[in-house]
């Protein structure tokens, strides 16, 4: 195999290994933007408490809390933890006037949450399920979508590099 033809292959391997950041970068972009489209109303939110949980996750990953009010109700949203004692669930429950949502796993991909205790959020809601929500200009989904975009653009220069390499690459591979 010529050396030429071994560094078209690694320029190939890399492209595509590249092409798979973007692309997700920009799946998820889309799923954000497709997810605020059911929303229709907007309400002012705050962020409860950024907080670390003590067991199954990382010890670095925090998690976001936040609630928001539509017609006198208040729902919080909060991680999804299967422990019933778990402080959060203790301190977060269901009752008449408050209605709990979960999420499973990071918020935005994000171990390190973007958010801060008190901060003000725009929460946009559908106005037929309260429940369905998106945050208005999420800082940690945004941050995600931007990374994968960002890593992808510079993940493709190492194709560029070894196809500019094949053009003066000479003889043969194990000769």
């Known amino acids: 195999m010529s050396s030429r033809i071994l560094f078209l292959l690694i320029a190939g391997v890399f492209f595509v290994f590249a092409s798979i950041f973007l692309i997700i970068g920009i ?4 799923i954000y933007q497709n997810n ?8 002012e939110g705050e962020v409860l408490e950024v907080t670390k949980l003590n067991f199954g996750s990382r010890l670095t990953d925090t998690y976001v809390i936040y609630q928001y009010i539509v017609n006198n109700h208040k ?6 933890i299967l422990l019933k004692n778990a402080d959060i ?3 977060y429950t269901d009752s008449e ?5 979960t999420y499973m796993g990071r918020h935005g991909m994000s171990g390190q949450t973007k958010y801060r205790t008190g901060e003000d959020i725009i929460v946009k809601y ?6 369905r929500h998106e945050i ?3 800082k940690d989904k ?10 992808g653009k510079i993940l493709m220069i190492l194709p560029l590099i070894f196809l500019i390499i094949s053009f003066f690459a000479k003889g043969q591979v194990g000769s």
Do not use: G, Q, R, W
């Open 97 to 101: 006037n408050v209605t709990c949502i």
């Open 89 to 91: 669930n203790l301190k």
């Open 142 to 151: 945004i941050f995600a979508s931007k990374v994968f975009k960002i890593v």
């Open 136 to 138: 208005l200009n999420d």
């Open 126 to 131: 559908n106005s037929n399920n309260p429940k």
């Open 36 to 43: 605020m489209k059911d929303c229709d109303k907007e309400v």
């Open 27 to 30: 799946i998820y972009e889309k």
């Open 75 to 80: 729902y919080i949203v909060k991680p999804c």
